[in-house]
């Protein structure tokens, strides 16, 4: 078994999780009740985030304010919510007829990228990769084709640029870092990535450079910015990520708050003790750590500064890529801890299978279920964002002391 293991090309174990994904994607298509059962609320028509994007470029080609609701160009009356870079893709030729061609190659180069970097050679890793992509915050993003997809594609396209952070490459990092930024804001808190083991002048001049890129293009275009951050919908509703929505959980009638606290207190244990454990044998996080690091900061900020859709959840893959190719690679307690740091985040993202039952509960059993297991899964959201900045932090401070400020400097 082992032989025949080994003779199974390593693209074919990418391969099978991509394909995974895409199965469970169009067994949604074909029987849409599905979503509903994987805890995802399927709002109709397809890729409705980005028809919203085009709809927005439709507007202003036409002479019509995209930053005003109603505007008879998209099908819910919903105004331009995101940075005014987004209004030039009809230069593009792009409008909302081209949103099923293009949101189908959003997702599909998302799934793709995905497994390409969490790297899948074998059974388990496969099968892990699949559950991490095919998680419902996952599903929920390929759906709406939301262009959380994009940043997180930029974030990758950083993160291979820092594979090897060489003047060059960081300086490349640079670009999509910052587009990524100009596109949806929160990705500026990832500008730490360009030091991980990267010389001192290097990580300082790039990551000035990309501070004040990001200011002249905000600064050019602060009007239009703030009227989006008007447009901008509250996404505080009890089922979706963020610290805040214990407080909303807590307000909500039908969630008993006992077994919601119980919940709570059984959750967030988990990922301190596991900080503990990985502490004594840290989990090793190799070439990719300024990929994680990007991840880590990006989720935490989101989670602590604000509500988030569920969607959100696919900047883990950007820290799940880093465990599983440990997994895989690390002997030993390192290696059992990255499983464990893989299996951890994977019940976390699937009780967020939860948020769309949680509307159908009807009888009072069905609420205190569905209350105790929102709070494991708060609990466990509170816990893996702290530890995932903490090990930022910590590869953070490690590089930068382990690094020089010149070349010549390491060969005195």
Known sequence: MKGARQSIPDWLWVALPIGGVFAVFFACVLHEPLWGTLGIFHMGPYFADLSVILAANDAKLAGVDPYLPATGFDFLGRPHVYGPIW?????????????????????????????????????????????????????????????????????????????????????????????????????LIAIPMLAIKSKRWRALVCGITALGLIVV??????????????????????????????????????????????????????????AWRENRNPIPLGDMAAGFVAGALAWGFCFFATGNYSYRAVLFILPAGVWLAAAQAANGQAGRNAWLAVSGLTVTLWLASLHEWMNQAVSVNEWRATGFLLGVENGLCWGLSLYLLWVAVREGLASWRDSSWSEAENKK
């Open 87 to 187: 209004l030039e893709l009809h230069r593009f030729g792009l409008t909302r007829s081209d949103t099923i061609w293009l949101g189908g190659a959003l997702v599909a180069t998302s799934v793709a990228a995905g497994a390409l970097w969490c790297r899948p050679r074998g059974p388990l890793a496969a099968l892990a990769c699949l559950a991490l992509l095919a998680s419902p915050g996952a599903l929920l993003a390929y759906e709406r084709a939301n262009n959380d997809l994009v940043v997180l594609l930029l974030l990758l396209v950083a993160a291979l640029a820092m594979l090897r952070p060489t003047w060059a490459r960081v300086f490349a990092a640079v670009v999509p870092l910052v587009l990524a930024s100009l596109l949806k804001f929160y990705p």
């Open 217 to 274: 293009m905000v600064l050019i275009q602060l009007r239009d910015m703030h009227r989006a951050i008007e447009n901008m919908p509250a996404s505080v509703n009890p089922v979706g990520y963020g610290a805040v929505m214990l407080s909303y959980l807590w307000a909500h009638p039908g969630v008993p708050r006992g077994f919601l606290c119980f919940g709570f207190l059984t959750g967030v244990c988990f990922w301190p003790w596991f």
